[in-house]
């Protein structure tokens, strides 16, 4: 069993910067893919990126390449995701995810366990 906590989310301008963190409990942490999703009001949960235990390969959903960086610190337990020129449209609840699988994936299906999330609000 694996449990997640989300921090690092709150209220910023449009063309700010954020930090997340997710701590992960247990000892195989280093052998979970991560990866982070995020829920708008009315809206599904999409991903948002993912990064895989093995080789730490990372993918990202193209509305957020370029800006937003996924990382690990297997010796913490802790995946971060770092955004940066934030956009309103990137307001959402943020949250973390872990899978068994070696491979970074887009689907949220295939992951095992998940956060409760941390609200992220970008102001125009």
């Known amino acids: 069993q694996v449990q997640l906590v989300e921090s690092g989310g709150g209220l910023v301008q449009a063309g700010g910067s954020l930090r997340l963190s997710c701590v992960a409990s247990g000892r195989t942490f280093s052998t979970y893919t991560m990866g982070w999703f995020r829920q708008a009001p009315g809206k599904e949960r999409e991903f948002v990126a993912s990064i895989s235990w093995r080789h730490g390969v990372t993918l990202y959903s193209d509305s957020v390449k370029g800006r937003f960086t996924i990382s690990r610190d297997n010796a913490k337990n802790t995946v971060y995701l770092q955004m940066n020129s934030l956009k309103p449209e990137d307001t959402a609840v943020y949250y973390c995810?872990?899978?068994?699988?070696?491979?970074?994936?887009?689907?949220?299906?295939?992951?095992?366990?998940w956060g409760q999330g941390t609200q992220v609000t970008v102001s125009s």
């Open positions: 995810a872990a899978r068994r699988g070696a491979y970074a994936s887009t689907d949220r299906a295939e992951y095992d366990y």
